[in-house]
């Protein structure tokens, strides 16, 4: 089927799909132009900066220029996004045109709805949900999602991965519900199995 876009690996035949509605990434461009542009403007400017003020205006730049350059080459195209897959063994995220891809329960170490942005001045609610992930779950992916992980965690603060539920076509409340109770799931049968191994070796 034209523009269908599968997830990776197997699903369950259980599986919870959220999916994206057809959009351009047209916003992303915008405003990954006007902090490339602001970034820009800081580090021509005559203010006084330190070393680390200056360094993490250079990563910004780094970071928004990455964004717009991968959102531009979609500009135009309505590609469709294959949206969030929930199952028995975990997410599939294709909610972004850098998808993450599978990330297993045993992976996931928290997930929480993102309040506010993470930038200064700015403190508006986000549809966004964010999950923390383990160094197993880095260490099986690409350099690139390894990349912008660490961006997210260590320069910006923000959660190793996020969810924009804003794409999706159910609410941010109910996305969670799934994702809360698939973790929670996985959780007590994991309890459940660890007591059946350890009554067994009683026998």
Known sequence: MKDEVLPEGPLEEDAVHFQSERRTPLRAVAIGSVFVLVSLWLLLSDGLFGLFQ???????LVFFG???????SHLGKGKALGGL?????????RTTYSPIGRVY??????????????????????PVIGLDVTDSFLQRKPAKIRRNVWWTR???????????SKTLTASR???LRALEGGLRQYELRSIWEAKQLESGKER
Request: glycine letters at 6%; hydrophobic letters at 45%.
């Open 85 to 93: 897959f929930v199952d028995g063994d975990g997410i599939v995220d």
């Open 66 to 72: 990455f964004v717009t350059v991968t959102h531009l």
């Open 154 to 164: 260590h320069v910006f603060r923000a959660p190793d991965i996020q969810i924009p």
């Open 105 to 126: 329960w045993h992976e996931i170490k928290a997930i929480y709805p993102v309040e506010k942005t993470f930038f200064p001045g700015f403190s508006t609610d986000l």
């Open 173 to 175: 409340e109910e996305i």
């Open 54 to 60: 200056q360094t993490v205006i250079v990563l910004a």
